[in-house]
Structures are given as structure tokens and as C-alpha cells.
């Protein structure tokens, strides 16, 4: 029995060595280009550490099951009548609950410290004012604070593409550029669908809505072209509607801007 148990302790540290080593070690997603992506990708790994030890877990005991209650040859009938293990009912209930609880309040966690629960707070505080309406949003800032923001961008999004205005400049780009580790503000609406704005590198992605403005904050930390595709599946040709961020030393951002600046349209 305790040689039994000895195994039994082997194999669950392995299990849960290897699937450590290998959430932590092996990476699947793409570069991390903004302060908000090393945030996510912390839940990430720890998501990618329980799916592989319930992955490794199952297959372990599916094998293990296979070998040992095989049908020997000197066996006949339908085996043991075999019916409920309360043990092993509490066990497969309480530990899913738990695992879940955790999951909940850690991603509630990750999304706090990403920004995404600020609106809540600021819209309690200013229920009489007259300011507009923001809804959901990462890295939430009222109205007000969006207008004084260093670069604030307005992103249209349209059946099929994204039209970034940049009001202060007075133009409008169909390529999105940004200077390096400068906090961005976007307010974006819809002209006609539901569209997203999601760019992977960021770890970031926002519903954009007719008639709804909703704010999007960022700062990109690597100097790079981006992809940014729509996440909202918006008819047809949904597929092809993507753009592209261009993130640029500042030098590099403000010579850009002085070019396209108070010019019409640059696409
Ligand atoms: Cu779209």
C-alpha cells in the first residue's frame, strides 16, 4: 500500500513538474509589444499550466485503466456490479469548483490591473453630470481626460475597414501610427455594425459599436508593424478587414505627423 501511494506521489509531481516547465518554457503567442501584454500572458501561462496537467492527468489514468482493468482471458460476464463512490463524487466536484473559483477571481485580477474595471468606478461619481457616456473599455478614462490626452486618435470602423482621425492634426490615416511608450487614447465608434479592434501583440481587444462611443488605452513598448484585425464577425467580407499599426520612435512618429498634418486624407 505505501509502495502504491509512493507511485502515485511520483507520478502527480511529474505531471505537475512537466506541466510547468512547459507552460512556462514553451511560448505560443505572439511578441509582447505593450504593457498590457506581459499582464495577460501571466494568466495565460497559468491557464496553459492546468489544461496540460488535466490533459496529462486523464491520459495517465485512461492508460493506466486500459492496462489494469483489462478483461483477462480467464474472466466471463459483464465484470463487478459497480454502483456510486461518494469519495470519489466529492473529489471530482470540489476540486473543478475550486479550479474554477480561482480562474474567476484571478482573471477578475488581471482584468482590474489592466484597467478594464475603471469605468465602473468613475461612472458612480458622475450619474448627474452631463458628460457623455462611455461603455466598457481596457485602461477606461472618462470623456474628459480622452480630450486632453497627449494623442488622442478617433477610430471609425466601417463595413469593411478602420479610419483613424487624428484631431489634432486634422487628418485622417488609414495606417494607425503611434510613438513608442506613449500612453495612446482612442474613442472609437461605429458607422454601421458591430466591428473589433484587436491587435494580438497588445493582448488587447475592444467591440466597437454604432452609436456607442467606447475608449480604448494603450502603450506599445516595441517599435514595429502590427496587424490590427476586426474580431466581430461583420458580414462578408469580415475576413479582410484588417489594418496596420505602425509603432515608431517618437523622432520618426512626429516627422510622420508634420507630414500629414492638417492635410485631408492619407491612405
Ligand atoms: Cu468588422
Request: glycine share 8%; charged share 15%; proline share 5%.
Amino acid at each position: 500500500m505505501l509502495n502504491k501511494n509512493i507511485y502515485l506521489i511520483l507520478i502527480i509531481s511529474l505531471i505537475c513538474g512537466i506541466s510547468f516547465w512547459i507552460g512556462f518554457n514553451v511560448n505560443l503567442l505572439p511578441v509582447e509589444a505593450s504593457i498590457n501584454a506581459p499582464i495577460y500572458d501571466e494568466l495565460f501561462k497559468i491557464l496553459f499550466v492546468i489544461g496540460l496537467i488535466i490533459f496529462f492527468g486523464m491520459t495517465a489514468m485512461v492508460l493506466y485503466s486500459l492496462f489494469k482493468f483489462r478483461k483477462r482471458t480467464d474472466q466471463g460476464g459483464d465484470g463487478i456490479p459497480l454502483e456510486g463512490n461518494l469519495t470519489l463524487e466529492i473529489v471530482w466536484t470540489v476540486i473543478p469548483s475550486i479550479i474554477v473559483l480561482f480562474i474567476g477571481l484571478y482573471s477578475y485580477n488581471i482584468y482590474d490591473r489592466m484597467g478594464g474595471m475603471k469605468e465602473l468606478n468613475h461612472n458612480h461619481g458622475m450619474m448627474n453630470s452631463d458628460t457623455e457616456k462611455i461603455w466598457a473599455g481596457i485602461s477606461q478614462t472618462p470623456i474628459n481626460d480622452f480630450e486632453n490626452s497627449n494623442l488622442s486618435i478617433e477610430v471609425s470602423a466601417m463595413q469593411f475597414a478602420f479610419l483613424f482621425n487624428y484631431p489634432k492634426g486634422q487628418f485622417i490615416s488609414g495606417e494607425l501610427h503611434v510613438p513608442v511608450n506613449h500612453k495612446v487614447s482612442m474613442k472609437m465608434e461605429s458607422k454601421d455594425v458591430i466591428h473589433a479592434f484587436w491587435v494580438p501583440q497588445f493582448r488587447i481587444k475592444q467591440d466597437i459599436i454604432p452609436g456607442q462611443p467606447t475608449i480604448l488605452n494603450f502603450t506599445p513598448t516595441k517599435v514595429g508593424k502590427y496587424p490590427i484585425i476586426c474580431a466581430e464577425l461583420c458580414g462578408p467580407y469580415h475576413g479582410g478587414m484588417r489594418a496596420s499599426i505602425i509603432v515608431e520612435e517618437e523622432s520618426k512618429f512626429n516627422s510622420w505627423f508634420e507630414k500629414n498634418n492638417k492635410t485631408e486624407v492619407s491612405l
